[in-house]
């Protein structure tokens, strides 16, 4: 077993009775106040239609939305350029990038719609990160490199966030963003010579991890 | 859809037969004659590390059998693959039972005799069907949890499953946009989300153990 997959099981032990009884108490206490608000019909209604109702949720959950919508701006505006970048992408890839390019796209619709006007703008970007990766649009390996690297930290950043989501209608939401990442990345790492997946378990990343190797590519 | 097998189209079926039964009853399926050979999930976030125990043994049963008889012309790069994600089964089966401990349902009997194992077709179709079920179910199984730590747990597996999806279409059908999800991901970009209700009558017909889920919402 590898250190991994200690990690993980430090999470889970032998009592799990007593654990569950345990996580119980601190769901409560986590979402006591906001939980109220969150099994109201309405909201569950605009989860579910992804109406507006940034501004009734509670705002670390707003906040984890916004933190995503930002990757997924970043996501959707890196296969934008791509896709429209004459001679980049050899033509047997092509379907596969519009596609990871349509569902970023639709991420970033989605996310925009729950959150209404709580929504953040669309941050600029740079996707030389100052000129690291000047070739990005022109060379096709460099391309599918970033495109991994963007998607298996979507996959660790949607991951590190649902512990947040636990007991909000968006919860479901954001799962099947997960995957669909995961897809991505699972995609885009054999064009470069990498294995679709690393290990057994993925593993999560923080907010901070996350932001910090996005940082670069936001201007 | 019509350069499937035979068997895939027999997966289906089945799968149908399966969900008309469990919709006519308005239980969850019970296939079993006798209660006592039953495994019963059990009830909250026990039923549910139960529920992706038994879709883990199911895999990682499935996996085991197509390495050791590799289907009819097979690559060494495609068995390489399927022996991978093996390993990720066992691995992901493993690691829920030692969670579970004592509250663990047995070990389940399989039946894959709709499979064909010498056919690439019949094998990569039935792994396309099982991931994508994996990845519909540990999505919709999120929200009944409890616990935080096992929320992550179900989310460092389910993506593996989700990379194993991608790995099984690039097999069937190169780098298209079916290795991105094709018609498993709609037009808003979501992933499948499917309640046990609908997930175990689709695993049931490969599962001899009757599995009860009465207590799992």
């Known amino acids: 077993m590898n250190t991994q997959d200690n990690f993980i099981l430090d999470t889970i032990d032998p009592e799990i009775g007593e654990r569950i009884d345990q996580g119980r108490r601190n769901l409560f206490a986590r979402y006591a106040a906001p939980s109220v608000l969150l099994a109201s019909a309405p909201l569950v209604l605009a989860a579910a239609s992804t109406e507006a109702f940034g501004a009734s949720l509670p705002k670390d959950v707003v906040d984890v939305l916004n933190f995503a919508l930002t990757l997924e701006y970043l996501e959707a505006a890196f296969y934008k350029a791509g896709n429209t970048a004459s001679g980049l992408i050899p033509k047997e890839y092509r379907a596969l990038f519009r596609t990871i390019g349509a569902h970023e796209t639709a991420h970033v619709l989605l996310l925009k719609g729950a959150l209404g006007s709580a929504a953040v703008k669309a941050p600029k970007v740079d996707f030389t990160a100052g000129g690291k990766y000047a070739d990005v649009f022109t060379n096709f390996e460099t391309f599918a490199t970033l495109s991994a690297t963007f998607e298996d930290l979507g996959v660790a950043a949607y991951k590190g966030q649902a512990g947040n989501l636990l007991g909000t209608p968006v919860l479901t939401t954001a799962l099947q963003i997960h995957s669909v990442e995961a897809r991505h990345a699972a995609a885009v790492r054999p064009i470069i010579g990498k294995p679709s997946s690393d290990t057994a378990f993925d593993k999560p990343r923080t907010k901070k991890q996350v932001l910090a190797a996005a940082t670069p590519f936001l201007s | ?217």
């Open chain 2, 1 to 217: 859809m019509s350069d499937l097998a035979p068997s895939r189209r027999h997966v289906l079926k089945w799968t149908g037969v399966a969900a008309s039964l469990a919709i006519a009853g308005s239980v969850l399926p019970n296939f079993g004659i006798s209660a006592a050979l039953a495994a019963d999930l059990g009830a909250g976030d026990i039923g549910v590390l139960n529920y992706a125990y038994a879709l883990e043994q199911l895999e990682a049963a499935f996996y085991t059998q197509a390495v050791k008889t590799p289907y009819e012309g097979i690559k060494k790069s495609e068995l390489a693959k399927l022996k991978v994600i093996r390993d990720h089964e066992i691995a992901h089966r493993d690691f829920l039972k030692k969670a579970l401990g004592k509250k663990a349902i047995p070990g389940l009997e399989v039946d894959f005799s709709a499979i064909d194992f010498t056919s690439r077709a019949s094998v990569l179709g039935t792994a396309d069907v099982f991931e994508n079920l994996g990845v519909a179910a540990y999505n919709g199984a999120g929200k009944l949890i409890e616990n935080v730590d096992y929320l992550a747990v179900a989310g460092s597996i389910v993506s593996v499953e989700a990379r194993h999806a991608s790995t099984i279409a690039l097999l069937l059908h190169g780098f298209g946009k079916e290795a991105a999800g094709g018609k498993n991901v709609d037009f808003k970009g979501l992933d499948g989300a499917l309640p046990p209700s609908k997930v175990l009558p689709a695993a049931a017909p490969f599962i001899k153990t009757p599995v009860t889920a009465d207590s799992l919402v």
